[in-house]
């Protein structure tokens, strides 16, 4: 409860590759067309390995009718989630 008595509730998650999102769409399907999906067995562990998420925490507060009023969601090491 916040301190106007309106349930909050609290969420972890990992945001994608945020600056990589779009490069990393157009080298797996151009790496799936050439090599016939075989390139997965290069950028699965490659995504892995080399391409790390943002943790991010975030806080939904809703109204008494269970309509969220404020969401505020950002990386844990400082800094807007995307």
């Keep these: 409860m ?3 008595g309106n349930k909050q509730d609290y969420f ?3 945001s994608g590759h945020s600056d990589l999102s779009k490069t990393r ?3 797996y399907i151009g790496g799936d067309v050439v090599t ?3 390139a ?3 950028f699965w ?3 892995l390995t080399a391409l790390e998420s943002d943790a991010c925490v975030a806080t939904a507060t809703y ?3 269970q309509k969220v009023i404020s969401w505020n969601a950002s990386k844990k090491k400082g800094g ?3």
């Design 2 to 4: 916040d301190k106007n």
């Design 12 to 14: 972890e998650f990992e």
């Design 25 to 27: 769409v157009l080298l």
């Design 36 to 38: 016939l999906t075989l």
């Design 40 to 42: 997965e067995l290069i």
């Design 45 to 47: 562990p490659l995504e």
């Design 63 to 65: 109204d008494a009718d």
């Design 80 to 82: 807007l989630c995307e």
